[in-house]
């Protein structure tokens, strides 16, 4: 159905857009043809680019999301002596889409690194303590870079994925310390992972409820929720994207829904890491 509307919907055509979907959804139904609680087809591969410690590419639908690790030995932070670092950034191709402007970051793509940086951070899924090489002078410190490639809505979700996928199969070069110095060995080690944290992005529509929003449909919707779970269903991150209004008697479904579907994105994520 999605001959509807072609290129970027116009104000009056938002508000046909808005009808329109609200209409398939109580009949279970959406402009792609699928059913209001599915995601889009998602492939997840890992190891895709070798100049990088650890990468992975993530395709949900249309859009689609690379994740590159390197990594570099630095100070702590001084409240953090024993931890290792890790920084996340975000960049909107402008191939990906025509409303992402080149120049420095924008708003969206300091809110998709806050995003992802919250669910690994708050989910505590990398041991830090266990990157530290010489207590409050040298740890690893690890920069996950995302690349939005390809985009047709919901860059939440395959960025977490993209990002928990690619920190899963990093390797990084094992250092002693001999003498107070800092000393690189042939041998690597893999990241210590302690949890694999998923986001699931929901969209709302007056009283109906819709998973993983299309761009169509982003530009519709009355307000995007995006929640982050770790792996034993505990609730680490949530960002709305947009100003609209969550009518309150949905919360308690909404995040119901997102739970389910968190357990979905985890395994296709563990699926790929294993075959990884």
């Known amino acids: 159905m999605s001959e509807y509307f072609i290129g970027k919907p116009s104000s009056f055509s938002i508000k046909i857009l808005h009808e329109k979907i609200y209409e398939l959804l109580s009949m279970n139904k959406r402009l792609d043809e699928r059913d209001a609680l599915s995601f889009r087809e998602i492939d997840i591969k890992t190891n895709i680019i070798e100049k990088t410690d650890g990468s992975a590419i993530v395709s949900l639908g249309k859009t689609k999301v690379i994740a590159g690790i390197k990594h570099e030995i630095e100070k702590p932070f001084s409240d953090r002596p024993n931890e290792g670092i890790f920084v996340v950034n975000a960049e909107l191709l402008p191939l990906a889409s025509k409303s992402f402007e080149p120049g420095p970051p924008d708003e969206r793509s300091v809110e998709l690194a806050r995003v992802v940086d919250r669910c690994i951070r708050e989910a505590k899924a990398i041991d830090l303590q266990k990157l530290c090489l010489i207590e409050g002078e040298s740890v690893y ?20 994925l993209a990002a928990v996928a690619a920190l899963s199969v990093t390797n990084v070069p094992i250092y002693k310390v001999e003498n107070g110095k800092i000393i690189k060995t042939e041998e690597r080690m893999k990241i210590p992972m302690k949890d694999f944290p998923v986001s699931v992005t929901l969209g709302i529509i007056k009283d109906k409820i819709l998973v993983d929003p299309t761009l169509l449909e982003e530009d519709s919707l009355d307000a995007i929720l995006t929640i982050g779970f770790d792996s034993n269903s505990n609730l680490v991150a949530i960002q709305k994207s947009n100003l609209g209004i969550i009518p309150e008697n949905l919360i308690e479904k909404i995040i119901f ?16 890491i294993s075959n990884g």
Request: no cysteine.
């Open 141 to 160: 410190s690890l920069f996950i870079d995302l690349y939005i490639l390809d985009y047709d809505g919901n860059y939440f979700d395959p960025s977490v």
């Open 257 to 272: 829904i997102a739970k389910e579907k968190a357990d979905f994105l985890r395994k296709k994520l563990m699926e790929s």
